[in-house]
């Protein structure tokens, strides 16, 4: 047998086995949801609907995500694969639905980070401009670009760098956010309310809450990221479930707690106005106004998660085009490895380019906060539609075992409610009017969903195009998992 750190060529270096564990892979989930970034801008965003019973919503939010989860750690466990999403649709539906789970993944991948780098760009530019009037407030490109060589640097050494740079950022972020929290609490001292869990301070009712909680997806968006990094994992089967289950279970409870926090302290009657971003209004402003200097401990929290999220996003989008690479399914350059350093780093600069592009192309164009919307929006269309897949697939692929290894609540139950869970997310995130809460999005957000649309199609020319060529690249990501490598090498 061939050593563990070729590819089924035996040629040429791949992926570092056993590189790393159960801590460098939770904090791979966790910084892929950004946790910082998303209590200070995802979750107060569903406050508008949800009012003071925003808590509600993030519960409503997480469990939704956690049937999810479930799902996927049971994918994991059975294909243990860099390949990920993309080889659990392949196996459990169809291996074209396969390849196209792979091409949307990879767009995640690749969104994620102009995504945070443009949060990092103005909310550094802003909060700088505060302190020092003649700093200009929309000079916030040069944060954002000095991000995205951060993270370049990151993936380029390697997945044992970049997880220990996640690590190191996703533990200070949410100690930052935990000690804040409890502060909030003191100084809500009898306003400290249950109240917040109920529909009591929504001004929508339960149709509010329901609609807060689908602004609040985002913030869970990639609890699903440690399962890219299988192959560089040690014992994959277990060490990747329990990393997404842990990640999707902690963080979400982070959020509850920090969100009711924030609640109590600003007032949950008037909840309806905590805003996103910065302000008075929002996570820095109320340090800002309660605890002086410890507002600086919010930025730099909020800084050092837009740079984890980024470098969780390139791990993401450079092992998915790796396996994809590697098969023929994508173009194989994109599966080269740095013989030195283990890393894909065609992958790697490519994400780096697409962030930069996208980054200054739609910052400057619309501005970084609307750009930031509208990358946003991009990503919950695409990431939501994959998630839903996973459920279906979850079903699909017990359900092919027959009766002996099928389980009607794990394979059945669980996976559908997750369906129904995730199917007003998607319609709200495609600004599709079905439920009340939807609102029909208008420019340039409403440009997102035919965008992605677009990128879609072309997936799919593509994909004809290799069933016309060569169909066994597009069954190969069915394949793409240890088991079918180690019986080739």
């Given amino acids: 047998m061939a050593a563990p750190e070729e590819t089924v060529s035996g040629s040429a270096p791949g992926l570092r ?69 993309a080889t659990y649709a392949a196996r459990g539906l169809h291996p074209s639905l396969g ?21 990092l760009g103005f909310t550094t530019a802003a909060t700088i401009n505060s ?32 997880a220990r740079l996640g690590t190191i950022l996703g533990i200070s972020e949410i100690a930052v956010f935990l000690v804040l929290a409890v502060f909030f609490l003191v100084h809500a001292g009898s ?32 609890f699903e990221g440690a399962a890219p990094l299988a192959e560089e994992t040690r014992d994959p089967r277990r060490t990747i479930r329990r990393a997404v289950l842990l990640a999707t279970l902690l963080i979400g409870l982070l959020y509850v707690f920090t969100t009711y926090a924030v609640d109590v302290a600003y007032g949950p009657k008037g909840f309806t106005a905590f805003a996103t971003f910065t302000g008075t209004a929002s996570w820095e402003g109320l340090a800002r106004s309660l605890y002086g200097l410890f507002w600086f401990f919010v930025f730099l929290a909020i800084v050092n998660s837009t ?25 194989r350059f994109l599966a080269i490895v740095s013989p030195k350093h283990r890393a894909p780093v065609n992958s790697v600069l490519v994400a780096f380019v697409i962030t930069v592009a996208v980054t200054l192309g739609l910052g400057l164009g619309y501005g970084p906060t609307v750009a930031f919307s509208m990358v946003a929006t991009g990503l919950v269309i695409v990431l939501v539609a994959i998630y839903i897949l996973m459920n279906a697939a979850c079903i ?27 199917v007003p997310a998607w319609l709200t995130a495609a600004g599709i009017k079905v439920f009340s809460f939807v609102t029909p999005l208008a420019p340039p957000l409403s440009y997102m969903g035919p965008g992605v649309a677009g990128f879609m199609v072309l997936g799919v020319i593509y994909m ?26």
Avoid: K
């Fill in 396 to 422: 699909g692929f017990f359900a092919r075992r027959g009766r002996a290894g099928f389980n009607w609540l794990s394979h059945l139950a669980i996976p559908v409610l997750g369906i129904a869970a995730f």
């Fill in 17 to 85: 086995r056993d590189a790393i564990g159960l801590r460098e892979v939770l904090f791979q989930s966790i910084t892929d949801m950004a946790p910082a970034a998303a209590i200070a801008a995802s979750i107060p965003a569903g406050a508008g609907l949800a009012g003071g019973a925003l808590p509600l919503a993030v519960i409503f939010a997480l469990v939704a995500c956690l049937l999810c989860a479930w799902c996927i750690g049971l994918l994991a466990r059975e294909l243990p694969a860099s390949g990920s999403l």
């Fill in 464 to 489: 004809i195009y290799l069933y016309r060529t060569n169909p066994q690249r597009v069954a190969d990501v069915g394949l793409v998992h240890l088991d079918a490598l180690d019986e080739t090498i």
């Fill in 131 to 162: 302190e020092f009037h003649g700093f200009p407030a929309n000079l916030w490109w040069p944060w954002s670009l000095a991000g995205a060589v951060i993270v370049l640097a990151a993936g380029y050494y390697g997945v044992r760098a970049s």
């Fill in 191 to 222: 306003r400290n309310t249950a109240q917040v869990f109920t529909t009591h301070y929504s001004p929508g009712g339960l149709t509010g809450v329901i609609g807060g909680s689908v602004f609040t997806l985002l913030a869970f968006g990639g």
């Fill in 307 to 331: 740079i984890a999220n980024a470098n969780a996003g390139v791990n993401v989008s450079s092992r998915t085009a790796y396996a994809m690479g590697r098969i023929g399914a994508f173009p």
């Fill in 99 to 119: 390849f196209l789970v792979a091409w949307g993944y990879v767009l995640v991948g690749w969104l994620i980070p102009p995504l945070v780098l443009l949060q």
